[in-house]
């Protein structure tokens, strides 16, 4: 089968595009930058294209698999349907592909990404010999966001956006948490919400739910599903490498997972006692000078607390200077009362700009002057508008850092950037 990947750079869609790969398909696509994740597509024999204006897209294709964030209208679409080619979103393929397994889903708010990272650790350590999916990049994955195993079990990172996660068929659903996001996709919370129900929903008469009956929106979500659901909160929070009791939670879930699944608890805590974290969550980057640089994904108010809270516990002895690069006009607007008292660990706060992830639908909503004297005030953190990442850059090379400072780079967008930036 040969199968074309319209933005096969994405952190999902290059998975797929690799697993696909590596069980003998011809596999091609395109993206608009190139990126380690496009880098080492190519060098697993994937042909990728820097340019997206449909001249790639052959006649003799049998899929296009697309990212959500290429419109209907893209050019590489275009030729597509003028070809007859089945078009599929990543969910809907990633679905197709993995139905006939085992499936393990990790969904939730928050948390995803390390929740899966971790369940992945704790799966390969017991020999279950899993397929993975996940929405970062993992050591104990030789540095991918894949794994081809020849067991049953499909371990998924499963999103919510857009109600993408409906396109699965899961056994068992890890839900991590369900407080709001994604509110340009979704009416509201509630509907957010009521997208959680109809995934468990899709489970068998058998299936399981895992979360933490703590927390009162996944209680209720679990309860109106009617599916049998494990309370992760009766095992003790495990002692792990990575800072945070917000990482803790997430391996009780992993811990509760592992015991429905009959593997030995002393092998799973000794796994997650192992787990050296992920890509862009709270990942040490290198140094600036003798200033630890660390680079973390958290774009959601409650992300931000939690993680800047953990480091903080952990180098308490340190200046923590938080970038934080805002992901998306709307989401900034929509949370904007919870963003500007997420900080109060921070000593201070540089905002470079507002990430717009979808410059064809996004307006100027924020005003970042008023945004970053809100922080001050919420937050009682010292806040600076850094103008651009370049701008940014510069005032904390020549103005800002000094000795026994912490740098923590954070956001969605290409925020990382900066913090590679830094540490070279």
Partial sequence: MKIYCSGIGGIGLSAYASLQNSAGNEVLGSDRTETDLTYE??????KVFYDQDGSHVMGDCDLFVYSEAIPNEAPERKKAQEYGIVQKTYFEAL????????VIAVCGTHGKSSTTAMAAKVLVDARKDPTIVVGTTLPDLDGRNWRKGSGDIFLME????????????????????????????FKGVEDYQDAFVEF???????????????????????????????D??????PDLTVPGTHMQQNAQLVLALAEHLGIDSVGAQLALKNYRGCWRRMELKGSFRDIPVI?????????IKATLKAIKEKFSDKRLVCVYQPHMHDRTFRFYDDFIVSFTDADLVIVPDIYDARSDVETDMVD????CADIQKGSSTDTVNGRSLEKTEA??????????????????GNITDLAVSMTK
Avoid at 95 to 102: A, I, L, Q, R, T
Wanted: glycine residues 8%.
């Fill in 368 to 371: 970042v002057d008023k945004f």
């Fill in 395 to 412: 005032l904390l090379r020549n103005e800002i850092l000094q000795s026994g400072d912490l740098l923590v780079v954070m956001g969605a």
């Fill in 95 to 102: 679905g197709e592909f993995s139905k006939d397994n085992f």
């Fill in 41 to 46: 597509l190519e060098k697993n024999g994937i």
């Fill in 295 to 303: 680079d973390d994904y958290g774009h959601h108010p409650i992300e």
């Fill in 158 to 185: 499963a999103c919510e956006y857009r109600r993408s996660f409906l396109h699965l068929s899961p056994n068992i659903i890890v839900m991590t948490n369900a407080d709001g996001d994604h509110l340009d996709a």
């Fill in 232 to 237: 992760c909160d009766s095992i003790s929070l």
């Fill in 200 to 230: 468990l929903n899709l489970l068998p008469e058998d299936g399981i739910v895992i979360t933490h009956a703590s927390d009162s929106e996944c209680k209720k979500i679990a309860l109106r599903s009617g599916k049998k659901t494990i």
